[in-house]
Structure formats: C-alpha cells, structure tokens
C-alpha cells in the first residue's frame, strides 16, 4: 500500500525558507509524477510544483512560486522534496504530497491538475509571518 509521508514544514518569517520532504513508501512508479499541493484557510487547494519520477526529473512549477520554489526528487530515498525560498504570507499554509498511478510519456511534463493524483499524504503546515 503506498503511504506518502510529509514533513519539514513549520513557522518562518517573511523572506525565510523552509525544506519539506515527501517520503513514499511502496511506490514503484518510476515513470509517475510526483507534486506539491498547499491549501490555505478558506481557499481551495491549488497546485504547488510536479516532477516525474523518470531520470529526467522533468519539474513544472505554478506561477506564484516561480523562482523561488525548488523541488526534487531523489530516486533512491523515494523521496521528493520542496524547497521554499524567499517565503511569502500568501504561501502559507497546509502542504500536501501527492503521485500518480500512471506513467508519463517521454520528455512529458506533469500537468497541474489535482484530479490526476491517486495518493496523498496527511500534509504538513507551514506559516509565514510577516
């Protein structure tokens, strides 16, 4: 059974960075995406970073975090990780892992959208003050 297991968030101030990571267990999807979701209090959830799960490690990234948001995978560890620069209010809240269960072509992206993740973690939060 995959379990995805989220971790490293926390409270920083304005300007500050964070690391999160994503351990996955059991998942052997290694053509699959992998992505970073945050939800904040009385918003919907929206799409953070993806990566495939190929040697590649093919990233896309939403707009409001270009530049600042770093994320990886590392193959090995089965483990995806975010790293968050130059933190913002507007980027806090609870951040959730999540995969896929089907395999991306070659040199494809993977795309935005929520509905293409099978699994997820419980999410870890993170606060930003100003």
């Known amino acids: 059974q995959v379990q995805l297991v989220e971790s490293g968030g926390g409270s920083v101030q304005t300007g500050g960075s964070l690391r999160l990571s994503c351990a996955a267990s059991?998942?052997?999807?290694?053509?699959?995406?992998m992505g970073w979701f945050r939800q904040a209090p009385g918003k919907e959830r929206e799409a953070v970073a993806t990566i495939t799960t190929t040697s590649a490690g093919l990233t896309y990234y939403a707009d409001s975090v270009k530049g600042r948001f770093t994320i990886s995978h590392d193959r090995a560890k089965n483990t995806v990780y975010l790293e968050m620069n130059s933190l913002k209010p507007e980027d806090a809240g609870m951040y959730y892992c999540a995969a896929t269960t089907w395999a991306v072509g070659p040199g494809d992206y993977c795309a935005l959208r929520q509905d293409l993740y099978r699994y997820w973690g419980q999410g870890t939060q993170v606060t930003v003050s100003s």
């Open positions: 059991e998942y052997r999807n290694n053509r699959g995406c």
